[in-house]
T-cell receptor, first 114, second 109 residues
Framework: KAGVTQTPRYLIKTRGQQVTLSCSPISGHRSVSWYQQTPGQGLQFLFEYFSETQRNKGNFPGRFSGRQFSNSRSEMNVSTLELGDSALYLC?????????????FGPGTRLLVL | EDQVTQSPEALRLQEGESSSLNCSYTVSGLRGLFWYRQDPGKGPEFLFTLYSAGEEKEKERLKATLTKKESFLHITAPKPEDSATYLCAVSGSARQLTFGSGTQLTVLP
């Protein structure tokens, strides 16, 4: 079975721009969660989508948004980029929703904001 | 608020020298405790899920155990390829994964 895929793998943007990241979950998985990973804050939960509905959201500003399509693929958008948004953005999929389901992570998208 | 503390932050072992990594947690209504391994520049790789105190799981040289307050990841006779950052996470009534900061393991040949 193919794993979670994320595109693009690397991105360079400038402050004020916006960015869209894409995630394709493992086949059959209906839940997709997004995380931000930085050296200072570690892995932090952004949001979870299941059946095209946002199920939960972490403590991030409204500039961070997402959506899920009927085929379970998900996109994450960050508007008005700030330098502090530079991070590894990870997508994880699971068959069912949190809290008990095991999540499987993709390779991540490395975003650098200049 | 769910919290996860991992110790030590970094651990250097000689090949074959067994040791344990600790994950202490506070969570409202534990639903699962998860261990992942992460190599530099890659996404976390799933290792184990533990659901209740007393549960143990093994995979090759790794064994994970769970009590009501902490989990241990025991590494028996490690090899250099076991070098990675090991992450612990919990999920509970907040319906999200809360991760610890990880233990960076280096196994020297």
């Amino acid at each position: 079975k193919a794993g979670v895929t994320q595109t693009p793998r690397y991105l360079i943007k400038t402050r004020g721009q916006q960015v869209t990241l894409s995630c394709s979950p493992i086949s059959g998985h209906r839940s997709v969660s997004w995380y931000q990973q930085t050296p200072g804050q570690g892995l932090q939960f952004l949001f979870e989508y299941f059946s095209e509905t946002q199920r939960n959201k972490g403590n991030f500003p409204g500039r961070f948004s997402g959506r899920q399509f009927s085929n379970s693929r998900s996109e994450m958008n960050v508007s008005t980029l700030e330098l502090g948004d530079s991070a590894l953005y990870l997508c994880a999929s699971s068959f069912g929703t949190l809290p008990q389901e095991t999540q499987y992570f993709g390779p991540g998208t490395r975003l650098l904001v200049l | 608020e769910d919290q996860v503390t991992q110790s030590p932050e970094a651990l250097r072992l000689q090949e074959g020298e067994s040791s344990s990594l600790n994950c202490s947690y506070t969570v409202s209504g534990l639903r699962g405790l998860f261990w992942y391994r992460q190599d530099p520049g890659k996404g976390p790789e799933f290792l184990f899920t533990l659901y209740s105190a007393g549960e143990e799981k093994e995979k090759e040289r790794l064994k994970a155990t769970l009590t009501k307050k902490e989990s241990f990841l025991h590494i028996t006779a490690p090899k250099p390829e076991d070098s990675a950052t090991y992450l612990c996470a919990v999920s509970g009534s907040a319906r999200q994964l809360t991760f610890g900061s990880g233990t960076q393991l280096t196994v020297l040949p």
